[in-house]
């Protein structure tokens, strides 16, 4: 599922982001600091592997976050990008979520499917991301009476219309 990395040693989170991140996201996700901070210290950034062949600058699964190429590794490592971070560790804690009685590999699966199922149903039967993120995309691309078009593309519509991303994203604008 993970891919292979093209750097295999993952780079760890600093004890000062541990320090930055870790209330915030206890509070963001009603999970227990210390269990927070001990998922946070699990996490490492990789450099390719599933992030290489996608749009998206970062795929996160588990603990591993990996990233595209090496300016978004600068990137999500540096200060001025700490809100992407933020977004990521929160795909982590949604991951945290997840049955501890289970397995990595379980665990793993359950996350991939809550999220693949999040493209299809959204919370309470409502439709997912694909239907309300076409939605979207119709409406920005070719409302007429929409005169303040973003052209977002279907797929950036798709993801920012995911729960699960929204989720993350609310925890991320809140940390900003």
């Not at 000062?16 to 999970?31: E, S, T, Y």
């Not at 997912?128 to 409406?139: E, S």
């Not at 052209?151 to 929204?166: K, R, S």
């Amino acid at each position: 599922i993970k891919g292979k990395a093209e750097r295999a040693d993952g780079q760890q989170l600093t004890p000062v982001q541990i320090d930055q991140i870790a209330p915030h996201l206890a509070n963001q996700f009603n999970l227990p600091e210390t269990s927070v901070r001990q998922h946070l210290s699990e996490v490492e950034l990789f450099l390719g592997g599933p992030a290489a062949k996608t749009p998206w600058n970062a795929v996160t699964i588990g603990h591993d976050i990996y990233v595209r190429g090496q300016d978004e590794l600068k990137a999500i490592e540096s200060y001025n990008y700490r809100r992407w971070l933020v977004h990521e560790c929160g795909h982590v804690m949604q991951y945290a979520r997840t049955s501890e009685s289970l397995d990595e590999t379980q665990r793993v699966r359950r996350y991939l499917g809550s999220y693949v199922g999040g493209l299809v149903v959204g919370p309470h039967c409502s439709p997912g991301a694909v239907f309300t993120g076409l939605g979207l995309w119709l409406h920005e691309n070719y409302n007429p009476w929409n005169h303040n078009k973003t052209h977002i593309g279907l797929q950036e519509a798709m993801h920012d219309t995911h729960v699960m991303e929204a989720e993350a994203e609310r925890s991320a604008k809140a940390f900003a």
